[in-house]
Structures are given as C-alpha cells and as structure tokens.
C-alpha cells in the first residue's frame, strides 16, 4: 500500500553548537553531503555561501528533494531542513547531522507533505 503523503520534511533545530563549525561553507557542505550519503540519497549539486559577519547558508539537491542550512555562528545555532519524497533513511542522515554539528540540544519536528495525495 502507497502512503497517503507525498514526502517527509523534517525541521532539524540544533543548539549549542560550536561558532567554528557553523561559521565556513565547506563545513556545512561537508556535513550536509556526509548526511546525504548516510541517507543514502542520490546528490544532484550542492550551492553554500558564506554572509559577512557570519553565517551560511546552502542547500543539497539530492534526487529524493533537498537538505538545506542556514547557521548563526554567533548564537550556536544551525537550522537544517531535511526533505525526502524517496525511500531514504532520514534516521542515519539526522544522526550525522547532530553529531558533525556538534549540537548540544535538538528539536526536530516532521510534517508530512502532500497529505492524502500519495496514495
């Protein structure tokens, strides 16, 4: 049986998180690739930019949808958002995620997305 949903867009609030590892784009570019792998998602192209002062922003287009994160080095806070309309396992993706940030506290929240059009 289908689900009755399109994709899964889970929210990922990290806290506490080291100011260096949120603070150069090939950081975040790593994580979120070493994330994507974990998943096992199919990469498509990866795009980060560094804001002055501080902070990054990007997205991983990956088959299945998107990761994205944009950081605020200057409260240790990173906001990761998660997207898989594939049959990926977002568990080990999100794993990665908390650890490489290092955050201290997680929030995450998962909407289902096209509810009652999947199936």
Not at 7 to 19: A, I, N, Q, R, T
Not at 47 to 75: D, K, M, N, Q
Not at 81 to 101: I, K, N
Request: charge should be negative; charged fraction near 20%.
């Amino acid at each position: 049986m289908e689900p009755s949903y399109l994709g899964l867009h889970v929210l990922l609030e990290l806290y506490g998180c080291p100011e260096d590892r949120l603070r150069l784009p090939d950081d975040s570019e790593r994580i979120l690739l070493v994330a994507a792998a974990a998943m096992g998602a199919t990469v498509i192209e990866a795009r980060f930019h560094a804001f002055s002062p501080h902070g990054v922003s990007g997205v991983v287009v990956i088959a299945e949808s998107h990761l994205t994160v944009h950081t605020w080095p200057e409260h240790g806070y990173a906001a990761v958002d998660v997207f898989s309309c594939g049959d990926l396992d977002l568990s080990a993706g999100l794993e990665v995620l908390e650890q490489e940030y290092g955050a201290s506290r997680v929030y995450a929240e998962r909407v289902l997305r096209g509810k009652g059009l999947g199936g």
